[in-house]
């Protein structure tokens, strides 16, 4: 069974810093993209950012020159670095992974709070 388990989340003033994590577990064969999304109160999720398995990725242009995707393919994470966070920032943000296993699915994390204060 695969697993996604997001970290570091939390409560930042504006102009502040947040470093997420996303590993993936369990019994599959190989990960494909991998991505951040994030959902405030009362909107629609939306996507923040994604890296293929080659290191290329692609940002919202709300978070563009800010945040900053990363991944480790050895330790089967993905990462995301936030930088001069805004009130307008605050969401859940979920992890999501292209995920071969008998077959290439998609997968989701539970979600992390990332609140950011005035």
């Known amino acids: 069974q695969v697993q996604l388990v997001e970290s570091g989340g939390g409560l930042v003033q504006a102009g502040g810093s947040l470093r997420l994590s996303c590993v993936a577990s369990?019994?599959?064969?190989?990960?494909?993209?991998m991505g951040w999304y994030r959902q405030a109160p009362g909107k629609q999720r939306e996507l923040v950012a994604r890296?293929?398995?080659?290191?290329?990725?692609m940002y919202a242009d709300s978070v563009k020159d800010r945040f900053t995707i990363s991944r480790d393919n050895a330790k089967n994470t993905v990462y995301l670095q936030m930088n001069s966070l805004k009130p307008e920032d605050t969401a859940v943000y979920y992890c999501?992974?292209?995920?071969?296993?008998?077959?290439?699915?998609?997968?989701w994390g539970q979600g992390t709070q990332v609140t950011v204060s005035s």
């Open positions: 999501n992974a292209e995920i071969r296993t008998v077959y290439m699915g998609n997968y």
């Open positions: 369990g019994n599959f064969f190989s990960i494909n993209v």
């Open positions: 890296i293929s398995n080659s290191g290329s990725a």
